[in-house]
């Protein structure tokens, strides 16, 4: 069974443009969840979705926005980069939405904002 | 808030020893449900090894066992016989207990080096 799948790797943009990542879950899981990580704020939770709808958020500026198609892939989107975006970005999914199973992650897309 | 406590920044332990990674969580819920990760530096989360604040044992997968203390709140790994392989950062995480979130808070993370 194929793993959560991350599009792209490494990605280099510059401050002022936008991104958008792409996540694949695991096939017959309907949520998908995003992190941040950073060296200096650890893993920071940015939003999640569960069914196409966003079902929490973390505190992140509205720059940060996502969404989760029907087939449950998801892409989060960033405007107007800032140095401080510079991350990795973690997609998780996970079965049930609920209770104990755990999140699966991907590999991550790596962002650098110059 | 939650919050979770890794104390160790780094820990270093030889081949086939066993080895104890440290975290300690703050939360006002009466149900959550404690993880660990390890983190090669290929950058993936790799899931290890869940407890439930209900579950009465503690959690074992293979040569991972959490040792659970509700009391202390604390869950601190276990790993048994460690292999070149366990050299990684890892995290303990917990979950939100209501409304089916999949939010996890983690912990900052702490770097095992296993030595041959």
């Known amino acids: 069974k194929a793993g959560v799948t991350q599009t792209p790797r490494y990605l280099i943009k510059t401050r002022g443009q936008q991104v958008t990542l792409s996540c694949s879950p695991i096939?017959?899981?309907?949520?998908v969840s995003w992190y941040q990580q950073t060296p200096g704020q650890g893993l920071q939770f940015l939003f999640e979705y569960f069914s196409e709808t966003q079902r929490n958020k973390g505190n992140f500026p509205g720059r940060f926005s996502g969404r989760q198609f029907s087939n449950s892939r998801s892409e989060m989107n960033v405007s107007t980069l800032e140095l401080g975006d510079s991350a990795l970005y973690l997609c998780?999914?996970?079965?049930?939405?609920?209770?104990?199973?755990?999140?699966?992650f991907g590999n991550g897309t790596r962002l650098t904002v110059t | 808030a939650q919050k979770i406590t890794q104390t160790q920044p780094g820990m270093f332990v030889q081949e086939k020893e066993a080895v104890t990674l440290d975290c300690t969580y703050d939360t006002s819920d009466q149900s959550y449900g404690l993880f660990w990760y390890k983190q090669p530096s290929s950058g993936e989360m790799i899931f290890l090894i869940y407890q439930g604040s209900y579950d009465e044992q503690n959690a074992t997968e293979g040569r991972y066992s959490l040792n659970f203390q509700k009391a202390r709140k604390s869950a601190n790994l276990v790993i048994s016989a460690s292999q070149l392989g366990d050299s990684a950062m890892y995290f303990c995480?917990?979950?939100?207990?209501?409304?089916?979130?999949?939010?996890?808070?983690f912990g900052k993370g702490m770097k095992l080096t296993v030595n041959p």
């Open positions: 995480a917990m979950r939100e207990g209501q409304g089916g979130s999949e939010k996890l808070v």
């Open positions: 998780a999914s996970s079965l049930k939405g609920q209770g104990g199973s755990p999140l699966h």
């Open positions: 096939s017959g899981h309907r949520s």
